[in-house]
Each structure stands twice: as C-alpha cells, then as structure tokens.
C-alpha cells in the first residue's frame, strides 16, 4: 500500500526505512547466482560483493565464516556460486544486503549445461547463422586488437602479422581477459575499437586456461555485443580444444593467437610469388597472343591478292573490259532485233492502212457527218456528200440514184 504523504503532512525518515524493510523483509529466503568479487574474511565474519556477469549490478553479502568454509576452498574471488540468503535492510544506516545462510560453487557440470542452454537460445535467434557472418577484407589498412597486457596471446598476433605483412597497423585496446571484470573492459574495448572508422578487423585474443577463466568469453552480453558489431570480429580464445560462445558468434574463428594473425593478413612472400606468377602467364598469354596474330598476318600477306596487288587489279580490269564488250554486244544485237521488228511491223501497217487502199483507186464516201455511206439506199438525191479520194476530198451532190 502506498504511503499518504504531502508537502504539509510529510513521514519522517524512520517511517520511510521501516516501511522499505517491511517490504524488503517480505521477500523471505532467497537463492541468488552470481560470481564473487572482493571477498574479505574480517574475524569470523565475512564480506563480499556478488556480482551480477551479464548486467552491471552487484549486492553486498554478509556471512559467518563457517558458511564460506563449508562451500570449500572454491569459493574465491571470480568463483560463480549459488547463495541461499535472507535480505535485509538495516535501517540506521539505509543499506541493503543480504545475509548468507549456505554459499554453494557452480559446479562445471553445471556452467557445462547452463552454457548449453545459452547457446540454443542464442542459436534459435540466429546470431550463428553462416549468413550473418561478414568476410574479412584482404588487407585491413588497422586492425583493433583486445588482448591482455603484456600478454603472450598479444605477443603472438602482433609478432606474427608483422613478420607475415610488416606494414600492417594495430590499435591495441588492453583488457582483463578473465575475472569479474573481463566482460565489462572487453565490451567496452569492442565498443571503442568499433567506433573507429579506421579499424577494418577487431581480434579478440587470449591464451589458454581453464574452462572457469574462459566463461567471460561465453558471456550473453559479450556475445550479443560481438553479434551487433558494425566492424568484422576475430575470434582467437585459447587453443584449439576451446570453444566458447564467442567462437560461434564471430565472423572467422581462429584456433590461436598465431591463427588469427594469419588469417587476419596475408603473407607478404606468398602475394609476391603470387603476382610474379600472374605476371608471368600474363606475359605468356601476351606472347600466344601475339604469335597467333603475327601467324594470322603473314598468312593474309601470302594471299595473291596482297602478294601482288597490281595484278589483281588487271585481272578485275580485264574482266571489267569484258563485261563492258558483252554488254555492247548484247544491246547491240537488241536494238538490231527491236528494229527488225520495227521495219516488219510498219510493213505490215502500211499493207492494212486505208490509204493504201485509196492509192489503187478507191474512194470513201461520207455524209457531212462524217458518217460512211456503205449502200446507195442510204442516200437520197439532193444529199450533200464527201468523196475522200488519194489525193484529197471532194463535195459531191446526189442527184438521179440508180438501182446496181
């Protein structure tokens, strides 16, 4: 229930404490996971922080020493354990805490199975899809490196990138890589190294260890903040046999240090026999190439047409020569044909022309009309007439018609 509280009716400070440990004091007996820092064993009692691995929170606990002992020597700074614990509130002093009752270690067997559990649901929500993972570039002009400092797994990308491609840039971000503060540094080194416009590949680097000084590296948060990089991430976590979270969710997985740094850059040595190689077969593609078309000239060369091009030319000559006589003598022999025909068909005119008839005698006679007067009953006496003879026309009148 809500406290009824105004400007003018205010609650003193003990009521506010007593009514936060009433609550708090509700929440009875707890069990509480978290990974143990600062712990500190002051007469026969002992202090520690226990830290939450995923999210940036902590709660101080509070216990007898016979607790702490029982759990066994495990139980040290950086150990995961399980606290059976009652909270409490004191209120002179408005700090909360909670007061240990049984302390128990994670055991592998269980972070083995935890992990398990993490990585399906990190699998059912597709961050190791083969898909998302990003190739590296060929040659990054900087590469951002989150290693320990002065750490072999450090020694080991920058000695042998070095030697593979001696002008190749790091930025080096220096974190712890195991312990309750590995998670926070590595994230905030991935955030610093992923902001730089310049840093084209991210290595994340560790040598060896127990599976306990790897869980940082199977971190949820570290994980997700790899998945949501912008920049292409390396993975290079211990040794072969090791296989953290990180491994999955990285875009190249290196099995060491030494491994990521090859496949980070190239070998100077073998790029140069490279191009000396594609150098030479370009060279050798060129010669082929040229031999071909030096073959391919002196073949056109060869031909008699460019062998002895005036030659060629007089028999085109010639030909053209022949070509113009047969053409003379084709229309030739037309215009002598078509001016037979001419003379045959003209004959012929002037053999059925009604002036040919005229010229041995024969007259026409019309009527004014124009019309041929075929029988003499066609006319009457008196009718005027046209009498067209060879030499001309003559006006006749008809006058006494007689009967043939």
């Not at 024969?362 to 009498?387: C, F, M, S, T, W």
Request: charged share 30%; net charge neutral.
């Amino acid at each position: 229930m809500a406290m009824e509280t105004t400007a003018e009716a205010p609650v003193p400070v003990r009521t506010v404490l007593q009514a936060v440990g009433g609550w708090i004091g509700r929440l009875g007996r707890i069990w509480v996971e978290g990974q143990i820092t600062d712990l500190n064993a002051r007469g026969g009692t002992v202090y520690m922080t226990l830290r939450d691995p995923v999210a940036n929170m902590s709660v101080r606990v509070v216990g007898p020493r016979g607790v702490f002992e029982a759990a066994g020597p495990a139980v040290t700074d950086g150990a995961r354990v399980v606290v059976h614990a009652k909270p409490d509130f004191w209120i002179n002093r408005g700090t909360f805490s909670l007061s240990a009752l049984e302390v128990r270690p994670v055991g592998v067997g269980e972070l083995l199975a935890r992990l398990e559990r993490l990585k399906q649901v990190l699998a059912s929500e597709g961050l190791f899809r083969p898909e998302r993972k990003r190739p590296l570039p060929f040659l990054p002009g900087k590469i951002g490196l989150i290693c320990g400092r002065d750490s072999d797994a450090e020694h080991d990308v920058l000695q042998n990138a070095r030697r593979r491609w001696p002008a190749v840039a790091f930025r080096v971000e220096n974190t712890a890589v195991q312990g309750s503060y590995a998670v926070g540094e590595v994230m905030e080194a991935l955030r610093k190294l992923d902001a730089d416009p310049e840093i084209e590949v991210i290595v994340i680097a560790r040598g060896g260890g127990a599976m306990e000084d790897l869980l940082p590296f199977s971190d949820e948060a570290l994980v997700r903040a790899v998945s949501a990089a912008r920049t292409p991430v390396v993975s290079a976590i211990g040794h072969e046999q090791d296989s953290p979270l990180l491994d999955l969710v990285a875009d190249v997985r290196a099995s060491t240090p030494t491994d990521a740094a090859k496949k980070t850059v190239p070998d100077v040595r073998e790029q140069l026999q490279l191009v000396r190689q594609l150098r030479d077969r370009g060279r050798r593609c060129l010669a082929g190439g040229l031999e071909r078309e030096l073959h391919w000239l002196r073949n056109v060369r060869s031909r008699p047409a460019l062998a002895d091009p005036v030659r060629e030319i007089e028999r085109q000559s010639e030909q053209v020569l022949a070509l113009r006589d047969r053409a003379r003598r084709c229309v030739a022999s037309a215009l002598d044909r078509a001016g037979d025909e001419l003379s045959h068909t003209r004959a012929r005119l002037v053999a059925l022309s009604p002036a040919a008839t005229l010229d041995r005698g024969y007259a026409i006679v019309q009527r004014e009309d124009d019309a041929v007067v075929r029988e003499p009953a066609d006319v009457k006496d008196g009718d005027r007439l046209h009498v067209r003879l060879s030499g001309g026309r003559l006006a006749v009148t008809v006058s006494g018609c007689e009967e043939p």
